[in-house]
């Protein structure tokens, strides 16, 4: 499997802990956060089932603009193999 070098920016990092911390963001929202706090440092990277909620996330147009950001930064750390 291939290494993925990338990790989640200073700011998406700030955008995904606000989320985590908002009563008013969506469940999805929230789970794209938490990935991509996950990816902040470190080696882990994108799995199959978060790559698949982050490509419905950015081709919808029912989703804000933060959780639009959060699924494009999960989605950019993926396993390009796949």
Known sequence: ?????????SRIGRLAS???QSSSAS??????AASALAQRAGEKQ???KMED???RVLASD???KG????GASVLSQANKQR
């Open 18 to 20: 606000e989320t985590l």
């Open 46 to 48: 994108t799995g199959a």
């Open 62 to 64: 029912r989703y804000a």
């Open 67 to 70: 959780t639009k950001e959060l």
């Open 27 to 32: 469940q999805v929202a929230k789970s794209l």
């Open 53 to 55: 909620t982050a490509a």
């Open 1 to 9: 499997m291939s290494k993925n070098t990338k990790q989640t920016s």
